[in-house]
């Protein structure tokens, strides 16, 4: 019996840790997947709320107050941010800015909330994006292209 005991509890020592190791590559590679996900952007619903007037035109009448319902309500929602660009919903204003002698730089006018950088998982090389102070306070707020320079240097 003593025989069988030395070997068996070497065997019970090693499955133990071959499961604490299986256990800690699952979790790890769990994570690894739903962070790969949520880059993808598979978590994140898109609605397009328009309304067409009787001439055929686009419109939206979604309104702040109704994204904060959604938060508030919907049980599984996390994050909610508008995004307006330009004249029409959802699309990008393209903007030139004149410089010297006829060059211009382009850019795009966005119109969005905080919570957008997160759902888009939208990097910031310097500075900081808009945040929830900005929109009580209802600041003008321009967060502008790392290369896009308004002013001259010097």
Known sequence: MKKCNFFIFPFIAIAISCIIVLFAIVFTAKKQILQDIEN??????????VVFDKN???SSNI?????????TQAKY???VAMYSA????????EI??????????????????PD???????????????????VR??????IRKYTLHFFRKG
């Open 137 to 142: 306070m209802k600041r003008k707020v321009c």
């Open 116 to 134: 957008y950088q997160k759902i888009k998982c939208l990097k910031i090389l310097k500075g900081r994006f808009i945040n929830g102070l900005d």
């Open 86 to 93: 330009g004249d029409n919903f959802f699309q990008s204003q």
């Open 56 to 58: 055929g035109q686009i």
């Open 40 to 49: 993808m952007g598979a978590n994140v619903l898109q609605l397009f709320p």
């Open 77 to 79: 929602v996390k994050r």
């Open 96 to 113: 030139k800015i004149d410089r010297k002698k006829g060059r211009s730089v382009e850019g795009a006018l966005i119109g969005t909330l």
């Open 63 to 71: 309104v702040y107050d109704d994204l904060t319902n959604i938060k």
